[in-house]
């Protein structure tokens, strides 16, 4: 099994990835250029760990033995010294993820998998930025990365299908299950989960019902865990609406065009649990 990860990127999705990674036995190195991102994300990991103690759900040296097998690195070169799969958590902007895996594709062996958390960008032309397409994948995990038990695979028209059961393996021994979806924009579960969400918010704009009661529709009617507009408010809705634009672009279908609640509460600062206030109070 894959066994020595670099995590490229230090924020909640980041850190997300190294703890279950090292919760499975996993090696893990996590880099990210902004200064204290690492030893943040360890400080939350470390929390996030000592709560499962707390909970019962595992024993304090089972965490600590998981903590120990997560550490920083000084630079992207260092984190992928010797990892047999890159997993980039970076901002969602396409040139940048451009340059940095143009930059892996150059610090790794041919044989390390790079994989993307993108949740909406073309993996395609992503892995376009290196010499080794073939060995480019998306891995779109899901906030909050420890307790979602979705990974998104992503293929495109160059990967080599051999790998696909390598990380299908990998996302099993985390405890989460793996579908393979090909590239194309939003994957399944961000196209399906952002045309539901901004229905529920046209359904807000419109005077349908309040949030609480769209969401207890979408709970207690079709059996969702949480409704589309709490769940908008936990993603951030400042990522909601990059996504749906982008998806608005690339499928021009009308159903994806941000709906004016959208872009005034982004406006207004209220981007959901991240600030306090969203379609929900936090």
Not at 213 to 240: C, E, Q
């Amino acid at each position: 099994m894959i066994s020595r990860i670099a995590v490229i990127g230090a924020g909640t999705m980041g850190a997300g990835i190294a703890q279950v990674a090292a919760i499975a036995g996993a090696t893990v190195r996590v880099a990210d250029e902004r200064s204290g991102a690492v030893s943040n994300a360890l400080s939350r990991i470390r929390t996030t760990l000592d709560g499962t103690v707390s909970r019962a759900k595992t024993t304090a040296d089972a965490a600590d033995a998981a903590f120990a097998r997560i550490s920083a690195a000084v630079d992207v070169d260092a984190a992928v010294d010797g990892a047999e799969l890159v997993i980039e958590a970076i901002v969602e902007d396409l040139a940048t993820k451009q340059a940095l895996f143009a930059a892996m594709d150059a610090l790794t062996p041919a044989s390390t998998i790079l994989a993307t958390n993108t949740s909406s960008l073309s993996v395609s032309r992503i892995a376009a930025a290196t010499t080794r397409p073939s060995r480019v994948v998306g891995m779109h995990f899901f906030n909050p990365v420890h307790i979602m038990q979705l990974v998104e695979i992503v293929v495109h028209p160059q990967t080599d299908l051999a790998i696909v059961p390598d990380l299908t393996e990998f996302v099993g021994a985390l405890n989460k299950t793996a579908i393979v979806v090909r590239d194309s924009p939003g994957f399944a579960s961000s196209r399906l989960g952002v045309a539901l969400g901004l229905e529920a918010m046209r359904m807000l704009e419109q005077g349908v019902a309040s949030a609480a009661d769209i969401d207890t529709a979408m709970m207690l009617g079709y059996g969702h865990p949480m409704g589309p507009l709490r769940v908008s408010d936990l993603i951030g809705l400042d990522v909601r609406l990059r996504i749906a634009e982008s998806l608005w672009q690339e499928l021009g279908a009308p159903h994806f065009e941000p709906p004016p609640i959208l872009r005034q509460k982004v406006r207004a600062g209220e981007l959901g649990k991240k600030t306090g206030r969203g379609f929900y109070e936090w």
